[in-house]
């Protein structure tokens, strides 16, 4: 990507936002300006999606300064990021690894910590929106933190549509494993009369408030 399609891309971006632009703007004083709205991972990620990994190459001596001086900008704006958020923009991020070591080696943790609740409600949430089956990010997250909920507590009451187009209702007590997660589904342990029963039910058809 070149040094004006890599600013036009952060123009774009932050149109709507505090930054102010300038026809003079270089490549470094926006990085400088926004490096402070872009903490999420899914912009971390955009930005090393769009980073031009092939700078090295460029007669240009002000794109290979550039493409420099962007390097150590996304070197120090990982460096404030947490294990988490970096975890999370590395399955973001979509270009080629050989790449990613040879500019960012070391950047992203090699090993990924035990999975803190937090950590795993977002993990859900990930996939649940990824697999399409919330509208939006939020909806995944709710949906995310009641299968939490009866993973950590349980005694949890849900409501969801069966593939009758019946609202049920139900308590569940405990969940069971959630590799199930990846063909849209959770099972979970319901008591009904007096027994105890595995029952299952459809994420997407999973409601929430």
Do not use: H
Request: hydrophobic content about 45%; aromatic content about 12%.
């Amino acid at each position: 990507m070149t040094c004006t399609l890599f600013v036009n891309y952060f123009k774009k971006k932050y149109s709507n936002s505090c930054i102010i632009f300038s026809n003079s703007v270089s490549l470094i004083q926006l990085i400088n300006q926004i490096e402070n709205k872009m903490r999420t991972s899914q912009d971390f990620a955009n930005l090393i999606n769009n980073f031009d990994m092939y700078f090295e190459f460029s007669d240009s001596e002000k794109a290979y300064s550039n493409g420099k001086r962007a390097q150590k900008a996304i070197k120090e704006t990982a460096a404030q990021m947490t294990t988490e958020e970096l975890m999370e923009a590395r399955k973001l991020i979509t270009v080629e690894q050989e790449l990613i070591d040879r500019y960012f080696a070391g950047l992203f943790p090699e090993i990924a910590p035990e999975p803190s609740a937090n950590s795993e409600l977002f993990t859900i949430a990930w996939t649940i929106k990824k697999l399409g089956l919330a509208s939006s990010f939020s909806e995944a997250l709710k949906k995310a933190w009641i299968i939490m909920k009866i993973k950590l507590a349980g005694n949890v009451a849900i409501t969801f549509a069966k593939e009758t187009g019946e609202v049920r209702a139900a308590k569940a007590l405990s969940i069971g494993n959630l590799d199930t997660l990846s063909k849209g589904f959770v099972r979970y342990v319901e008591n009904i009369n007096g027994t105890e029963s595995w029952r299952s039910f459809r994420i997407d058809r999973l409601m929430v408030a």
